[in-house]
C-alpha cells in the first residue's frame, strides 16, 4: 500500500521546527518503513506554513500512522496540520518501480 501524509508547518513553530530538523531528517533516515519520497514545498510566502510530503509503502496505515506520531515534528507540534491518506496512483514514469 501507498500512503502519503502532506503535513503544513505553523508558522508561529518556526524556532522549534529549525531546531528540531536534524532531529526530524534522522528519524525519516532512520525509518523501519520504505520511504519512497519525502521533502518540503518551495519556501512559503510570508506568514504561511510550509507544506512538506512523505511518500511511503507499508503493509497498512495504521503502520504509518505510528511512524508518523513518532516524528519529531509531528510530536512537537510543529505541524499545523497533518493528512495522512491512502494513494492508488495509477500512471507516471515511476509507478514501474513501486
Keep these: 500500500m501507498i500512503v502519503a501524509r502532506y503535513a503544513v508547518s ?10 528540531l530538523l536534524d532531529e526530524h531528517k534522522a528519524y525519516l533516515h532512520g525509518a523501519a518503513i520504505r520511504i519512497l519520497l519525502s521533502g518540503p514545498s518551495a519556501p512559503p510566502a510570508e506568514g504561511k506554513g510550509s507544506p512538506a510530503i512523505v511518500m511511503a509503502e507499508v503493509v497498512s496505515l495504521a503502520e ?6 513518532g516524528d519529531p515534528f509531528v510530536c512537537s ?9 491512502e494513494w492508488r496512483p495509477s500512471f507516471g514514469l515511476l509507478l514501474e518501480s513501486l
Aim: no cysteine.
Design 10 to 19: 505553523d508558522p508561529g513553530k518556526a524556532a522549534e521546527r529549525s531546531r
Design 77 to 85: 507540534g510543529v505541524y499545523r496540520s497533518v493528512d495522512i491518506f
Design 64 to 69: 504509518f500512522e505510528a511512524f508518523s506520531a
